[in-house]
Structure formats: C-alpha cells, structure tokens
C-alpha cells in the first residue's frame, strides 16, 4: 500500500450506508469516509449529497496498522495543512493553568519510586488530617 496520511486524492464512490461512504481509491483498496466527514454541520440525508460512481476528492485521515482499513475525510480536503511551524508557534500562545488536585505539585519529587516517595506521602497525609 503506496497511501500515507495526509494525502489528497481522486476516489469513485462504491457504496453508500448511513453511517458513511465507501471510497474505491484503486482496484484493491476502499477506504471509508464516516458521515462526521462528509459535509461540515449536519448531514441531513447522505443520499442526497453522494452516488455511487460519482468521482470525488478525499484526504487520508487514518491508516490502521493492523487492518490496513483507511479512514477518508470530504469535508476537510479544501482546509490547508498547518506547518509544523505554526502548530509550534499556537502551543507557545496557550496560556496554561495551574491546577492543584490532591497532592502538592509544588514539590519537586522528580522520577522517583513508589517506595522511595513512600514516608514522606504518609507523614504528608498524616500533617492533614491532624
């Protein structure tokens, strides 16, 4: 199989259900395009939107490793690609919150064992219920 993720290309429709499209890629290999992927918004009757033998463009979500079954997206062929740049740059601009859930992240305990943390969790635990 020549097909990775993120590659745009030119299907025949060969089977329509309710829950999807069934995409001939080639003579061997079909993949399926889920109904979430067939149109942004709400798909009121797939029917109405796709035939079979109807050529279409596809983009290449997923390929299972075990299963060689291809996940294929409609509605997302016309949206450009993020460069790696970009996604870099957007996760610098996230402002991050400080949560504290039960145990004190402000303590600097690092990659150490279960056994080694041991004492001093018990006599943490124990300054808080007294």
Known sequence: MDYHIG??????ISGI?????FVSLDSKTQGLIHI???ASGKVTDIYDDFQ???????IILDIDSLT??????????DIPMPKATDIIDKNKKVKRENKHFWTNSRLNI?????????????????????
Not at 7 to 12: A, C, M, N
Not at 17 to 21: K, L, T
Not at 68 to 77: A, E, G, P
């Open 17 to 21: 259900q309710d829950y999807g499209v």
């Open 68 to 77: 060689n079954d291809i996940s294929l997206s409609f509605r997302q062929v």
């Open 52 to 58: 079979i033998g109807d050529e279409i463009e596809v």
């Open 36 to 38: 979430s992927e067939c």
């Open 7 to 12: 590659q745009i290309l030119t299907g025949k």
């Open 110 to 130: 690092g990659f150490k064992t279960v056994n080694d943390n041991l004492s001093r969790q018990k006599s943490e635990a124990q300054s808080r219920i007294d």
